[in-house]
């Protein structure tokens, strides 16, 4: 598993002062190109206490490992999205497995918005500690940029960290967005009840949640419509948030794997995604692979790519209309652009959302190795299709792969049955098979 450094450099480190909060800002892109510190959002935040511990949560989750935890030798810091009307934190665990957003949405601000786009911010221990003495009544001015003027105060006061960025954990950003727009709502608790049901949870094992009626219930075996809920100790970050919880939304895919957990609070959600085990990160769950492997993907993401305007929401139908594709192409095309770190989604509203991570575009397109491995099979004319079936020859000798329902004879899909996203041998078939559909039109 490959691993890049990512560096970060701040004018100044962030502070909360007076009831001032300065987020310093490190480099990224806004509309007007890219930046060393962009200044995005200046205003008061209606309600204090719940974003400060909202984001602090998003902290803790960039500071976890909750498989094989290890002493804390790194900081990678969280990513933040300015769109305009609402501001979006999100961050990864280091072992992949969870995902943490905080939406501060319009209800939340009322300030000016001074550029659209995406950076890092900076969230060190003092400002942490600070983070967590905000009371219900404190007021909260959000500064995401440091002004001229603070700079120049602090002067000699550069901050710069650097961190590994693993292969596996820029993929699972990609990994995360497609999951999750497979998603539904499953359950819906409100007020004390989510509290009861949240504080009730053990912290090991593996869980079935199930909604019944008004409530929640847990179970150690799954049931019709049920939500997969492994190492409930992951949620962690929920138990702070729960005095100010309105609604807990609970998601899941059709396979019941993945689970998705929103806690609406005042003004804005705070969302943590789950990958179906403690040990595993989304980095190897294949959801990005069919669409990758499509021929238009990459000159159809180029397209698409080039409309999106940082908007909080992208709707499909509207790009399709302006990029004069279909809309099934305008989802694998969002697909290729998530892998590159430039498509979120949001379950709330179903919909994608426009941010670009800010990391080194060689560092984000990493090539995943099974799709890599397919095309090389495709080159060496190792496909041999044969109607609903084809044979792959490899090294290891000859698969026979099913593109009825993508099974394989190899390993790979013995051990997994799919639900890791198809084997190379899958993939390599179905690039075979799409050419020749195209090649008889």
């Not at 949405?105 to 918005?113: R, S």
């Not at 709502?185 to 094992?205: C, D, I, M, S, T």
């Not at 998601?251 to 019941?256: F, I, K, L, R, S």
């Amino acid at each position: 598993m490959t691993s890049a450094t990512q560096a970060y450099t701040y004018a100044a480190p962030s502070s909360l002062v007076d009831g001032r909060l300065g987020l310093a800002t490190s480099g990224g892109r806004a509309l007007t190109g890219p930046a060393v510190a962009p200044r995005f959002f200046s205003g008061v935040v209606t309600q204090a206490a719940p974003a400060a511990a909202a984001l602090l949560g998003v902290a803790d989750v960039a500071l976890a490992r909750y498989h094989q935890p290890q002493a804390r030798t790194w900081v990678r810091d969280p990513v933040v999205t300015c769109d305009g009307d609402r501001l979006r934190f999100e961050s990864f665990s280091a072992c992949g497995g969870v995902y943490a957003r905080l939406d501060l949405l319009g209800g939340a601000l009322d300030g000016e918005v001074f550029d659209r786009g995406t950076t890092n911010v900076d969230v060190n221990a003092p400002l942490r500690e600070a983070l967590a003495r905000i009371g219900a009544r404190d007021p909260l001015h959000l500064g995401v940029g440091l002004d001229e003027l603070v700079v120049t105060t602090m002067d000699g006061a550069v901050v710069e960290k650097k961190v590994p960025l693993p292969e596996r954990w820029l993929r699972g950003f990609a990994e995360v967005q497609v999951i999750a727009s497979g998603m539904d709502q499953r359950g819906e608790l409100a007020g004390l009840a989510a509290v009861r049901f949240l504080r009730g949870l053990p912290r090991k094992g593996t869980l079935w949640v199930t909604q019944s009626g008004r409530e929640l219930k847990a179970a150690d075996r799954q049931a019709p419509g049920s939500v997969r809920l492994a190492a409930p100790n992951r949620l962690g970050t929920l138990l702070p948030l729960l005095r100010f919880a309105k609604t807990l939304r609970v998601y899941g895919p059709g396979d019941a794997a993945s689970s998705a957990w929103e806690l609406e609070l005042p003004g804005m959600r705070y969302t943590l995604v789950l990958s179906p085990e403690r040990w595993r990160g989304f980095s190897g769950e294949g959801a990005v692979l069919d669409d990758l492997a499509t021929d238009e993907a990459e000159n159809d993401a180029d397209v698409v790519g080039m409309l999106l305007n940082f908007e909080p929401e992208v709707e499909i139908g509207l790009l399709a209309d302006r990029a004069g594709i279909p809309a099934d192409r305008v989802r694998a095309a969002l697909t290729q652009l998530g892998v590159a770190g430039r498509v979120g989604y949001d379950l709330a509203e179903a919909a994608h959302f426009h941010r670009e991570l800010p990391y080194d575009k060689d560092n984000v397109l990493l090539l995943n190795p099974r799709l890599a491995k397919a095309r090389k099979l495709v080159e060496a004319g190792a496909v041999q299709l044969e109607g609903e079936l084809a044979t792959v020859r490899t090294s290891g000798g000859a698969r026979r792969v099913s593109l009825t329902d993508g099974s394989c004879t190899c390993e790979w899909w013995w051990d997994h049955r799919g639900s890791r996203g198809p084997c190379k041998h899958v993939l390599a078939a179905r690039i075979v098979a799409r050419a020749a559909v195209e090649v008889s039109r």
